[in-house]
Structures are given as structure tokens and as C-alpha cells.
Nanobody, 124 residues
Framework: VQLQASGGGLVQAGGSLRLSCTAS????????MGWFRQAPGKEREFVAA????????YYSDSVKARFTLSRDNAKNTVYLQMNNLKPEDTAVYYC??????????????????WGQGTQVTVSS
């Protein structure tokens, strides 16, 4: 399974970006696809996840109401729309795939596949 993330870039505070993650090789219909981020000197943290079989979405408190997940099943792609970006959102963003749903969807260890990461930089 390969995950290809794209869409990062440099944006001013208050701006928007849309990240994409395309899976090839298999789907995660029984699990979930998630986004995590890692800032320099910090641990990787959960951002958002969408469950494959129920379309249920989960967000961290820090991005809730600003970030929105969606997906295109025909393209096997998940999107993360990021609005009202803040400097503290600056990080490398990784998409991840979980083959079988696990309630600890916020734990990176529960994900089997990872994309290469895409840099998001928000200037103040």
C-alpha cells in the first residue's frame, strides 16, 4: 500500500490549504485514514481521521471547526481542508492508513501505512 500526500505550502495566517492523500494498492474501507502532524522538536500528533465503513469523522480539539475531512471513494483519496490557519499549525503533515478500525484512532501506532509527509508553513 502506498499513500501519496500533497497540497502543502506556505500561507499567511488566516489563509487556507487543502491537503490530499491518495491510496494505491488497497483501500481502508474496514479501517480509517488519518492525518497527523509533526512540528520540529515535537511528537507526532493526531489531527483528524475518517472511518472507512461509517464515514464518521474525528478531529483534534485544536483543529475542530477549522479543518474539514472529505473523501472521494472513486479516487481513493481523502482531503483535509484547512481554513483559518494559524502559525501553530506549522508542521509536516502525514496521512496514514489503518487497515482495521481501532478505537484508538488518535494513536499513530494503530496505523499501518504512512505517506511521505507534506510541509505546511503558516506565517504570522
Amino acid at each position: 500500500v502506498q499513500l501519496q500526500a500533497s497540497g502543502g505550502g506556505l500561507v499567511q495566517a488566516g489563509g487556507s490549504l487543502r491537503l490530499s492523500c491518495t491510496a494505491s494498492g488497497r483501500t481502508f474501507s474496514r479501517g480509517a485514514m488519518g492525518w497527523f502532524r509533526q512540528a520540529p522538536g515535537k511528537e507526532r500528533e493526531f489531527v483528524a481521521a475518517i472511518r472507512g465503513d461509517a464515514n464518521t469523522k474525528y478531529y483534534s480539539d485544536s483543529v475542530k471547526a477549522r479543518f474539514t475531512l472529505s473523501r472521494d471513494n472513486a479516487k481513493n483519496t481523502v482531503y483535509l481542508q484547512m481554513n483559518n490557519l494559524k502559525p501553530e499549525d506549522t508542521a509536516v503533515y502525514y496521512c496514514a492508513g489503518q487497515q482495521v478500525w481501532h478505537i484508538y484512532y488518535y494513536d499513530p501506532a494503530q496505523y499501518n501505512s504512512w505517506g511521505q509527509g507534506t510541509q505546511v508553513t503558516v506565517s504570522s
